[in-house]
């Protein structure tokens, strides 16, 4: 829960998600999408890893990966890289 963090970890959290959801493609945008990367930087802050940096890091990568998993999924590569 994001209780245990004090303001300044929420609004870094807060900013850097803001930023991160900007960046993503209209087409792509879903709930899903937003929820994974909130949750990695949820997961971020419970590492210890609390500022704007470390936040925006996290979701640009995870905005990144999906991105690219989609663009492999268009080729028909998808298939190529899915853990069995």
Do not use: Y
């Amino acid at each position: 829960m994001l209780t245990e963090f004090d303001q300044n970890t929420i609004a870094n959290m807060t900013a850097a998600l803001e930023s991160v959801c900007k960046r993503i493609p209209p087409e792509k945008d879903s709930h899903d999408l937003r929820k994974r990367i909130g949750a990695a930087m949820i997961e971020c802050a419970n590492r210890g890893r609390r500022t704007f940096v470390d936040f925006q890091e996290v979701g640009t990568d995870v905005l990144a990966k999906s991105l690219q998993a989609e663009r492999f999924d268009w080729f028909g590569l998808g298939r190529l890289f899915q853990r069995r």
